[in-house]
């Protein structure tokens, strides 16, 4: 079942031969990118899963807005947290949304996933991760032996920035409070922090993808892991990539077996 969602991922899983090891060179080779002209199937090693890299965890120091009002969401359970989205005006966004899009999925879940911000599809409808990039990102679940509706999906931002341009930092830290009073109430055993804007926004640090990929930093103070992966949205436009996202959605897997055990 699993290698049919690798499929949909666009992965096609190799099978170690023991007397025929893929040698460095030859992952190397594989991971290139693909030739626009070339109709060769799209191909990535998929490892041996490996112990995660747990490092110690790091003080995050997000300048989150200090202010009465963000005081006031810790206290707020999830109905009234959402009806307090819904009517934010704490940025610019807030005048050329059409939606805010909360998040959705189960209250109870062990995963929480993160992404970037909504793009015109999820600012339309209200909801995360449609479209083409929503389906890529239904697959990797999948891939992990979950369902869709069984984990917590949301953003960094609630609104969408015009054009799909990137968010500035002054959003990201207005909105921060809101998914911070999210991770509070899911309390998940992972996150999974799907994106740039993600990674720099839940790890507190502003580090290219590569360094931020393959590590385990816990969220401020709540012992809880964060794993970094790429976008979907990314995924699609460079799916050489995809390899290196299933595994650092193994690493998110042995994180969540650990912390299980
Ligand atoms: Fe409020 Fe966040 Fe929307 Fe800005 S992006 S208006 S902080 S909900």
Partial sequence: MRDQYLQAMGITRWVKRELDPVSVDDVEEIEKPVA?????????VIPEPTAPVITEPKEIELTVVQNEESHALDELDWPSLEKQVTSCVA???HATRTNTVFGEGVQQADWLIVGDAPGTEEDIHGKPFL????????AMIE????KRENVFITNSLKCRPPESRDPLESEIIACHVFLKQQIKLLKPKVILAVGRVAAHNLLGINEPMKAMRGHTVTYKDTGIPVIVTYHPAYLLRAPSNKGKAWQDLQLAMKVVAEVTE
């Fill in 143 to 146: 891939a992990m032996g979950l």
């Fill in 131 to 138: 479209g083409q990039g929503g389906q890529l990102l239904t």
């Fill in 91 to 93: 940025c610019d966004l």
């Fill in 36 to 44: 626009v002209e070339s109709v060769a199937p799209e191909v990535a």
